[in-house]
């Protein structure tokens, strides 16, 4: 009779103490890299939002930006989409540098909208219905 082989019980014992371990260190680092993400998202909105105000964009044009944001890269500044990058995932050959500043990638979507749609809004009017602007 063939019996299948069994570690010992001090091995078990181990791996179940640092698999409860590695469980509670994500948990306890979890909310703290919320608050520092959360922070981060703030941070971006309130550039955004000066540099809105900045071109003269109204409340719900403000408001329609940081909706395209949100869709396009979960305002984190770094994203990338193939050839497209930044805030607005706007199509750019610009150094880092460049599409990584909040600011000049809000300025340039501001210009960018108001050519191709004329508002905000309707710039985000297209992107619900195509899934892009």
């Not at 103490?17 to 680092?29: E, G």
């Not at 990638?105 to 909208?113: D, F, G, H, Q």
Request: charge should be positive; include cysteine.
């Amino acid at each position: 009779m063939h019996r299948s082989p069994t570690f010992p019980s001090h091995i078990v014992r181990t791996a179940l103490v640092l698999l409860i371990a590695a469980a509670f260190t994500v948990a306890a680092a979890s909310p703290a890299m919320a608050l520092t993400m959360t922070a981060k998202k703030r941070a971006v909105i309130k550039i955004i939002t000066a540099e809105a105000k900045k071109k003269g964009l109204s409340k719900a044009e403000i408001s329609a930006l940081l909706k395209i944001c949100k869709r396009e890269s979960g305002y984190r500044p770094t994203a990338r989409n193939h050839s497209c990058k930044g805030l607005f995932q706007l199509k750019t050959s610009f150094g880092a540098s460049k599409w990584k500043d909040p600011a000049w990638n809000t300025r340039k979507a501001i210009r960018y909208i108001k050519h191709r749609y004329g508002t905000c809004r309707a710039a985000l009017r297209h992107s619900y219905s195509r899934g892009w602007y």
